[in-house]
């Protein structure tokens, strides 16, 4: 399998340990990522100011992918929502495509139907499958306890994702997550968004939002809460000691990035799949998995 890996905005600057890791688990499984330079901000920062640039910005990503003739495989679940829809307007909507191609023929591309964009999980999920995933494991991560956090964007609107999962009652994401031996531990308001979303506008209730999913996962005593999205993990990692100050708890809750886990299981060294790059530090999980730094 061959996909233009879309890194977007968020993972060059501050989540290279899911960059790392994807790669490492993509080689373990024989897909080959392609690297486009020319790839730039999918719109989503600015989609609820300017719609109309937005789209633009996505066209012209899709535009280049397809004058490669590259499939893309995202990583983050806001880029993967605002591809999709994006391809799915231009795609029914012959006046709106004109619009945009009017607009990308100044830079000398032109906007096709019929781009392919997954989800880096959905990938893993759908096209390789928890069996052959299975196959490559190098050991049974059966010693440790994780929560997963699916994200909003990554099955909603559910229209985009042709019924790949039940946004109401998903279930891939676990079922990824368990086949490495760990055990998948559920939690209330499991899909509650992270807060990220209103960060730059209302702090203080994105941070209530991320308190209450920490709340509720460290509850369980689980080793570690398992994410598929860079800002996700930004609101429950990089903002974890931010929470703790700031309303007077402590978690201590390593937040991993998927590819990191399966990483484990499949033998990679920690060192490869970016866990020095943790904010908070892993060492329990690392322990438990029988593996050192």
Do not use: W
Not at 121 to 137: F, N, P, Q, T
Not at 147 to 170: A, I, K
Not at 244 to 267: R, W
């Amino acid at each position: 399998m061959k996909y233009a890996l879309f890194l977007g905005c968020t993972i060059p600057v501050r989540g290279q340990n899911y960059e790392m890791s994807a790669r490492e688990v993509a080689k373990k499984l024989d897909i080959n990522f392609v690297d486009i330079p020319e790839f730039s901000c999918c719109g989503f920062p600015i989609k609820s100011t300017n719609s109309e640039a937005s789209l633009v910005m996505a066209a012209r990503n899709l535009a280049i992918a397809a004058k490669k003739g590259e499939k893309i495989c995202t990583l983050c679940n806001a880029c993967t929502s605002v591809l999709t829809e994006a391809n799915k307007e231009l795609s029914e909507n012959k006046e709106l495509r004109e619009k945009v191609n009017k607009e990308l023929k100044k830079i000398g591309l032109e906007y096709k139907p019929g781009v392919e964009i997954k989800h880096f999980a959905r990938i893993l999920y759908e096209d390789v499958g928890v069996d052959k995933i299975e196959k490559k494991l190098d050991k049974k991560l059966d010693k440790i306890k994780m929560s997963v956090h699916y994200g909003c964007h990554y099955l909603r609107p559910e229209e985009l994702y042709d019924g790949f999962d039940d946004p109401e009652n998903p279930s891939s994401l676990d079922n990824l997550v368990a086949v490495t031996g760990v055990a998948v531990v559920d939690y209330r308001n499991k899909l509650e968004c992270c807060g990220g979303a209103i960060l730059g506008v209302e702090e203080d209730i994105a941070l209530s939002m991320a308190k209450d999913k920490l709340d509720n996962v460290t509850r369980n005593k689980v080793d570690a809460l398992v994410t598929i999205c860079p800002f996700c993990s930004i609101m429950y990692e990089d903002n974890q000691r931010k929470i703790e100050s700031k309303f007077n708890v402590e978690y201590n809750l390593p937040v991993l990035y998927y590819p990191q886990v399966l990483g484990l299981a499949m033998g990679v060294e920690p060192k490869l799949l970016g866990f020095r790059l943790n904010k908070v530090k892993a060492n329990n999980v690392l322990e438990k998995a029988g593996v050192e730094m």
